[in-house]
């Protein structure tokens, strides 16, 4: 009977202090409170909202419902980067070795992709024999060895969050910024970190579309880190149109590996060096953002940062050769051309519509346990404001068969709308959030 007077009182808009939290929460991670009831509660919360200590009780709640990191012991400076999410984002798959190459730990835990938005571990295990499921004591290895492990959510990591958010999932309770703050935020904290980034999106492509939305997120991930003595900045940026060109798992890495020789899409470079600068200023090992920059732009120049992804790729059995040789990432059979239907203006690159043709040729999931084709996608060439003729080539379609072909057409026909004007597409990056406030970015 101990969940019935919390949901009750949660429903009435009343407090759940931290021991009840506690108590409830590991509970519920042993598999003594039934779904029923939390489903109830989520849904309370939902509506009635959680206040900033409530926030953090559940936080800490779900965070010692499991493991935690240990990695004091370690000299350097632990920095993470988490993006609520998107098409096309693959900027952790540059960043982790890049902002590594420069003597900063990065225990990177990523998820994988559902519904429209991809996910880091779906790219990363598109190159060949890559293992993401690393258990807690190889990844303390490999970051005292290398500095760096890209990994997956472990099922001792914060469990109580693993069968909450499934079950949120299932009761239209995701969207509720409390519990998004403490999801994401008890698995941060879990990596033991000196200091987090942020990447929170916004646009018809986010998770939380609205600006508004996205800064209350940003700042209640912000508090929970400074109550739990954990720095987080945060940067908004847009996902009103995919970033970079890449949209499907291979494709994606291929592009990062571009991006690591010096020839990344100038957005999704641009995206790349704002959030490795904070990760830069928080690890306390630049000066200030041009030095920042300087140092992430030799450490891609000088070939460092690439040669930092080749060792991550070694240490974590994916095949490094992929480096050298983009054939030996999973290839589409097929291929063809998107040409513009008519002439006129890119008004929009609809991003949801993009990650929903992804799922129509097998490359993404609607549900955890859908297994996706790494092989197939997009590399769209246009951009939103781009004047086009009419048959000029604006994206390339990777897919298994002539079936496959055509669903990426017609997702393409969706998600591309050309007219005789455009819409500005919104800030690439608009808004800095720190816990002395929020401005409006700039990166000169
Ligand atoms: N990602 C998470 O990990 N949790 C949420 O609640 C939402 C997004």
């Not at 003597?103 to 790219?123: A, E, Y």
């Not at 949801?352 to 999931?365: E, K, P, S, W």
């Not at 769209?380 to 080539?393: L, S, Y």
């Amino acid at each position: 009977m101990l969940a019935r007077p919390l949901i009750e009182r949660k429903r009435d808009g009343g407090r759940i202090s931290a021991s009840e939290w506690r108590r409830l929460m590991n509970a519920y991670a042993a598999g003594n409170i039934p779904d029923y009831q939390m489903a109830a509660l989520s849904m309370a919360i939902y509506f009635r909202g959680l206040d900033r200590d409530e926030t953090g009780a559940l936080t800490d709640a779900m965070l010692h419902s499991g493991a935690t990191l240990d990695l004091s012991h370690l000299k350097q400076p632990r920095i993470d980067k988490h993006s609520t999410g998107g098409v096309g984002d693959k900027v952790s798959l540059i960043l982790a070795p890049l902002v590594a190459s420069l003597g900063v730990t990065v225990p990177m835990m990523s998820g994988r992709g559902l519904g429209h938005t991809g996910g880091t571990l779906d790219k990363l295990e598109s190159i060949p024999g890559f293992r993401t499921a690393l258990t807690l004591p190889e990844t303390v290895r490999q970051l005292e060895a290398i500095g760096c492990a890209l990994i997956g959510q472990t099922g001792d990591i914060a469990p109580a969050d693993r069968r909450l958010y499934a079950l949120r999932d299932a009761t239209a309770t995701v969207e509720s910024i409390p519990l998004i703050a403490a999801s994401i935020m008890s698995k941060k904290l879990a990596e033991g970190l000196t200091g987090l980034v942020l990447d929170v999106k916004v646009g018809s492509g986010a998770f939380l579309p609205e600006l508004d939305r996205g800064l209350e997120l940003a700042r209640t991930m912000i508090d929970l880190g400074t109550d739990h003595g954990c720095p987080v900045i945060a940067l908004l940026t847009a996902m009103d149109r995919p970033l970079g060109r890449a949209c499907g798992n291979s494709l994606e890495v291929e592009e990062c590996i571009m991006a690591m020789r010096g020839e990344g899409p100038p957005d999704l470079m641009r995206v790349t060096y704002a959030l490795g600068a904070e990760m830069l200023l928080l690890a306390g090992v630049v000066r200030d953002r041009d030095d920042a920059r300087r140092r992430m732009e030799v450490a891609i120049s000088s070939g460092s940062a690439l040669a930092y992804f080749q060792r991550i790729i070694e240490a974590q059995g994916g095949d490094a050769g992929v480096i050298d040789d983009a054939g030996l990432l999973p290839e589409a059979p097929e291929c063809e051309l998107f040409v513009a239907p008519r002439g006129g203006v890119v008004a929009r690159i609809d991003p949801r519509a993009v990650g929903h043709g992804i799922i129509a040729l097998g490359g993404g999931r609607t549900r955890v346990e859908d297994v996706v084709d790494p092989a197939v996608g997009f590399v769209i060439t246009a951009r939103p404001g781009d004047v086009v003729r009419a048959g000029e080539p604006l994206a390339t379609i990777y897919a298994r068969d002539e079936a496959g072909v055509a669903v990426g057409m017609r997702a393409l026909g969706e998600a591309i709308v050309i007219a005789d004007e455009g819409e500005p597409p919104l800030p690439l990056i608009s808004h800095r959030v720190t816990e002395s406030g929020v401005e409006i970015y700039n990166d000169g």
